[in-house]
């Protein structure tokens, strides 16, 4: 069952380009967040948002900001990609801290 | 600080044994344990959760894991394994505290189970 919808699934861009990611929850949670996933398939967490809130903002370079509009939405915008920033981007929500992640599909992003 | 520690990167066992993954933490207060399996081409899934009370938890796909407090640990096991259950699988730390959520993941362990 997918209850949290990442878009694109994929997208390919050059260096220094801006790139948006979006992502979208239907189960209700309060706190949605962004992961990042390498090519070696290590999990880091980026960014925390409760009820469009941010709670926990990982040490990521500044290009990187999450953006908010409700609790059901968390966008992730890279201002000015680099070559390191090819990964798989995850989506997640969750109740609260103690509740399951669900996560999203991701969006696989490839800077050339 | 927290850390989470998954010391075999690769596990290859024959369809019908017993598998073990291996979990160790690193946090000062009471953890939030879980395990997630991610399959080739998908996302991430969870199995089970530890947060409080009996120290063996049951998951889903037949699953459970042990909580020991005196090591630190929280194993994955399952009897038997089936080759369904090739996958990567991640043992993750809750240990945010005050309101902020911060799931860590250790590098993950991917198991081949031979038919």
């Known amino acids: 069952e997918t209850a949290v919808f990442q878009t694109p699934n994929y997208h390919v861009t050059q260096v220094g380009n801006e790139v948006s990611f979006n992502c979208k929850q239907t189960?209700?949670?309060?706190?949605m967040y962004w992961y990042k996933q390498d090519s070696k398939k290590l999990l880091k967490i980026m960014f925390s948002?409760?009820?469009?809130?941010?709670?926990v903002n990982e040490t990521v370079p500044r290009r990187f900001s999450p953006q908010s509009s409700d609790k059901a939405h968390l966008n992730l915008r890279i201002k000015s990609v680099e070559p390191e920033d090819s990964a798989v981007y995850l989506c997640?929500?969750?109740?609260?801290?103690?509740?399951?992640?669900?996560f999203g599909a991701g969006t696989r992003l490839s800077v050339l | 600080a927290q850390s989470v520690d998954q010391p075999d990167a690769h596990v290859t066992l024959s369809e019908g044994a017993s598998l073990e993954l291996r979990c160790s933490y690193s946090?000062?207060?009471?953890?939030?344990l879980f395990w997630y399996v991610q399959y080739p081409g998908q996302s991430l899934q969870f199995l089970l959760k530890?947060?409080?009370?009996?120290?063996v938890v049951k998951g889903t796909k037949g699953f459970e894991a042990e909580f020991r407090k005196s090591n630190s640990s929280f194993n994955l096991k399952k009897s038997p394994a089936h080759w369904s259950d090739s996958a990567k699988y991640f043992c993750?730390?809750?240990?945010?505290?005050?309101?902020?959520?911060?799931?860590?993941f250790g590098k993950g362990a991917k198991l081949t189970v031979s038919p």
């Open positions: 997640a929500s969750s109740r609260d801290r103690k509740n399951t992640l669900y």
């Open positions: 189960l209700g949670h309060d706190t």
């Open positions: 948002y409760n009820n469009k809130q941010l709670i």
């Open positions: 946090y000062s207060a009471a953890p939030y």
């Open positions: 530890y947060i409080t009370g009996d120290t």
């Open positions: 993750a730390l809750e240990g945010g505290g005050g309101t902020g959520s911060k799931l860590s």
